[in-house]
């Protein structure tokens, strides 16, 4: 391809040299630059590829895209903008063929329920005979051929690439997660979605975006950015849900399972096994658990619907629909207690788990919970008084500390109790003696809360990822 086909359309402030050459290719890692590719110079919060144009240009760039005009060199074509990350979304989705308007694609955004409600609808689709892919936190799919995921959203590079390898698998839909991060360094630049769900909105990322709103005006954007002839579907329960949507040229739906909307939700039985539900006055046993799930499963129904699909086919697979790798996930013990593995990282997410618990256990609840370290440590007191006061047995531990020392994360999150309650928490720093207790403690009946990693396999300790996963820890004791 030329650099002037790959560049067509790109908002360029400025052109030095010719954009006439051939590109072998699109890089944002320096290290990864070779003859004929075209250098992208981010500049991201640790490091500024400026500083390595020249490397680029000896490694044999053709052509760099820069915003700093400083970093011009005569050696090759240079290619000004005003956002390189931006360019990078827009030629990447060039470069790979416009994937994104070959298939259905379908974002989710808002602070839980994203992995959820995108791998559900994955495999609902797919349940209904269609070829679908998956782009999430815990694993990509492209159709059946599972790809390991390390981001939320990748950068655009691969998220391109991958929507490509699905168009040519056959899949006519997509379903992926949209962070915060993703569209703050318009990484989905370029994308086409045909609709986009929003889930709810608390407090995350602070430690990124700075403040809630920031943090709420750019999961806001995915929807302003949605063009007519396409679906919104939000959250009418949520506070911000009408917010997300209010300059949308898309068509509007609600979900709520406390006032009127489109598609509507209760709860009519619920145990650790499932629960009833009732939707827009159909009834359907699912084997997931919790008004959160309900919250996710209207969006899923609303989402399934807006695409086109029949009623009643998609409460019927809805039905089969099993929970995903790490949510809410319950081990049974032979001594009658019972285990939950969640991925709640949040003060809200921690609520809505214990919350839903509470709403079945007959014995003691005993919280296993911790904080990750180089994130927003505004929320570690508040976890860990969410916690103490939705559980009959509380106990601290560590998560993934990342450069942190794993005491004074416990420290930061101890902040959150008062004496009397601190008296009568456990501060346990070793994560795996942490389950080990409370599976010692639990007695018939008792619900064991094991909060924030989920799905993750590994805790990662001054920057060294070790292998750890929660399931295998507390099966060791079930």
Sequence with gaps: MKLSELIAGLPVKRITGSAEVEVTGIQ??????GAGNVFVAQK????????????????????????????????VCCIVVENTDRALGLMAHRWFGRPSERLTLVGVTGT?????????????????GHKAGLLSTVINYID?????????????????ELLSRMVAAGCEYAFMEVSSHSIAQERIAGLQFNGAIFTNLTRDHIDYHKTFDNYRDTKKRLFDQLPKGTFAITNKDDKNGLVMVQNTKADIRTYSTRSLADYKGVI?????????LSINNQEVFVPLVGRFNTSNLLAIYGAALSLGFDPTEVLRVMSTLQPVNGRFEAIRSTKGWTAIVDYAHTPDAVDNVIQTINEIRKGKLITVVGCGGNRDKGKRPMMARIAKRGSDQLILTSDNPRDEEPAEILKEMAAGLTEEELRSTLIIEDRASAIQTACILAQKEDVILIAGKGHEDYQIIKGVKHHFDDHEQVKKYV
Excluded at 28 to 33: A, G
Excluded at 47 to 74: F, L, M, N, P
């Design 268 to 276: 009519l039985e619920e145990g650790f096994d499932g629960m009833l």
């Design 44 to 75: 991201g919060t640790t490091a500024d590829g400026h500083t390595y144009v020249d490397q680029c240009i000896a490694q044999g760039a053709a052509a760099v895209v820069i915003s700093d005009e400083a970093y011009i060199r005569d050696s």
């Design 112 to 128: 839980n329920g994203k992995t959820t409600i995108a791998t559900l609808l994955y495999k609902l689709v797919r349940a209904l």
């Design 28 to 33: 944002f890692d320096s290290r990864k630059v």
């Design 144 to 160: 059946d051929e599972a790809v390991a995921s390390t981001h939320t959203t990748p950068d655009a590079l691969a998220l391109n």
